[in-house]
């Protein structure tokens, strides 16, 4: 079982920024992928960013540009940073790990 517990999350103005951080309960370097996912009210689950072992990652087209994954293995913790939000990045924000675990989730909030 590994467990995951995001955290930074809050309330910003537009054109603010904020750092999320995903911390988990094992080594994350034996897993191939980890990710930050976002659901905002009556909205399905999708995809921010995820980021490989050889630090290969993907964005969605919504953030390119202004938000960054990056992972620190030793640490055991992954980071999302959220820079230039805008009002429709308001989310929970959730951390996974393994594309099985889910942490309960960091609420972001982005007023105009």
């Known amino acids: 079982q590994v467990h995951v517990v995001e955290s930074g999350g809050g309330l910003v103005q537009a054109g603010g920024s904020l750092r999320l951080s995903c911390a988990t309960s094992v080594s994350i370097a034996r897993f191939n992928a980890v990710g930050w996912y976002r659901q905002a009210p009556g909205k399905e689950r999708e995809m921010v960013a995820r980021?490989?072992?050889?630090?290969?990652?993907n964005y969605a087209d919504s953030v390119k540009d202004r938000f960054t994954i990056s992972r620190d293995n030793a640490a055991k913790r992954v980071y999302l940073q959220m820079t230039n939000v805008k009002p429709e990045d308001t989310a929970v924000y959730y951390c996974?790990?393994?594309?099985?675990?889910w942490g309960q989730g960091t609420q972001v909030t982005v007023s105009s």
């Open positions: 996974q790990v393994a594309n099985s675990f």
């Open positions: 980021i490989t072992t050889g630090d290969a990652t």
